[in-house]
């Protein structure tokens, strides 16, 4: 059977990834290893600058004070170093992932270490905030994974997939959409008199164009998105044809003493 791991963003013991896992384990061996507390944002960010600790609950799940690649990566090199994952998902995810927001999101950043494994990754997310309701999520995920697992995904290919809430219309196969923050500032002082910056809630405006995943949760459907880790502009290198005037030569020069 196919052995699956499981991360997330929101920590181990949030709702989304109790939810996934109790889903996913009639598909094959799972193993849970997901940050200690939330790392929210944190996209594609791993740790060197500290030594980190893997804290094993059981055999089938392991906490990390990092994250989410940190996970991925302690992951694959120790914890299942001997018995290699066939899939990684990530979520589920409070709150969508769309459009700009997968740039931050450490939801997606989970799924997407599966590239450099050569593995498929899966990234799960729920619209919403507050009391959620995991369940038709999940349901959905498990249908998904199984499709991989009989299918499987393009090259260097990740899906991210996001969730309304409510009544689901369908599915639907989108593009990343673009949205316009204004993001809000908290400023305070603390104790010590020293100030500080707390970068709250941002105030955005959506591009709700047809075929963006903006669009398909706006209208109640299930956004897949496949993305890939390559973020070259095509368009510019091709553009960029008319910047044959655009020169620059450098010889180093002896370094002059006082």
Known sequence: MPRILITNDDGIHSLGIISLEHQLRPLGPITVVAPSHEMSAASRAITLTRPLRIDKIDD????VDGTPVDCVTLAMAKILADHPPDLIV???????????????SGTVAGAAEAIIYGIPGLAFSLQGRGELDFGPAAEFA???VQKVLDEGLPERTVLNINIPQGVIRGVRWTRQGDKIVRTRIMEGSDPRGRNYYWIGEEVSAWNHEEGTDYRAIRDGYISITPLHSNLTNYAMLSAAAAWNSLTYEYQPRERQTR
Not at 60 to 63: A, D, F, G
Not at 92 to 103: F, M, S, T
């Open 60 to 63: 089938q799940h392991y906490s």
């Open 90 to 104: 990530s979520g589920i995810n409070r709150g969508a992932n769309l459009g700009d927001d997968v740039l931050y």
């Open 142 to 144: 498990a249908l998904m």
